[in-house]
């Protein structure tokens, strides 16, 4: 978004990073952009209105039922004067009244009232951020609000409260520059097809073989283009995860089922394949019909396996698509990037995203996730951050390196 001339309502709650939206707004005027600050009570408990009346040059509104406030520009006015409502920062309370629906202050009332885009950049104690009960309220927000939501950070870091980890505050020229990047893209009509979670291959009916892969980097994935618009089929193993319900979604157990469907969906034409599961490389040779009895075997069992079809490299050996990207995951402990870059060439993919799954931060089951990006042009690394801030950053690189290589044709 450019922001020249763009109307900015910078809704300020209440949290220690107050004092940086300061800095914020008066950044957002040097680039162009026409600001009103609203800020909530709990905002008013930490910086004075008055410092956002001096930096914006315009009255600052801090109540909802003000009779004065309601003579002049109104809370609908307000919500329509806005081409954007950016809320920095935005603390755990006012993220989850904005995810339920609240409309009890000024600053909720206008994000319902609104058809503006809407960012929000979260700051909290790293534990709060954690929580399930603030996940949820994310991924509630990235539902329904889909392509008119960007969440900007949190970045990870010592924090006031002297804890570290996510949570902190982007910088605000980091807000400026993620809130103007003008490549994001707002309208994808792409079709995207994305492989998440892990795969079981069975050893008996009871028993089976996987991996720890919890499936949310691809769920975020397959959110994050649903809500630019982007049509997206999403192949699951099994996992505990729901998504929107309008990203296609096909239930997988084992390796040869995803195989199988990753195919078929290939052969009907896609633009953007992402292998994100953690497919087993491996599955038993013999399938027992009934459940082994320990009895029948000795101190040790044997369990011969057998290669699973590589799907990926399938998939980017498909001459149909070849005007596709091709997008490939290397969740590694050790070498991340040499490992990166070898399967790049072996596979002949467009992109491999790398990451340290030894690194409990960022590891299988976390809900944040920091990645590089491996191309034949080099490296690229995406700091620490939410998987669902990261799944949105990606949609906007993948979309650029799809351009770039259908370009290049
Ligand atoms: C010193 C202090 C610092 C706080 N910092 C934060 C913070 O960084 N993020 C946050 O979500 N809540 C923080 N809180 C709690 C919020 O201020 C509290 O939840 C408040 O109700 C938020 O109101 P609002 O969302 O309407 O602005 C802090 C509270 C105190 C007392």
Redesign the pocket.
Known sequence: MALQDCNIVLG??????AYKSADLCRQLKKNGAKVRVVM????C??IQPLTFQALSGEPVSTALLDEDAEAGMGHIELAKWADLILIA???????A?IANGFAD?L?TTLVLATEAQIAIA????QV?WANPITQKNLQNLIESYEQRLQIVGPASGEQ??GDVGF?R?MEPSDIVAAISQESTPRECKYRVVITAGPTREAIDPVRYISNHSSGKMGYALAEAFHAVGADVCLISGPVNLSCSSGIERIDVTSAEQMYEQAMRQARTGLDVFIGSAAVADYRPIDVSEQKMKKTDFGDNIQVELTQNPDIIANVSAMREISQSLIVGFAAETNDVIQYAKSKLKRKSLDVVIANDVSNQEIGFNSDNNEVTLVTVDGEELLPLTSKASLAQELVTRLSEKLNQKRKSK
Not at 122 to 125: I, L, R, V
């Open positions: 300020v709650s209440g949290g220690i990073a909530t009570q709990g905002a408990a930490f920062p935005a603390s755990a309370n006012c993220i009244r202050d600053l979260p700051a909290m104690n709060m006031a409260c949570g505050m």
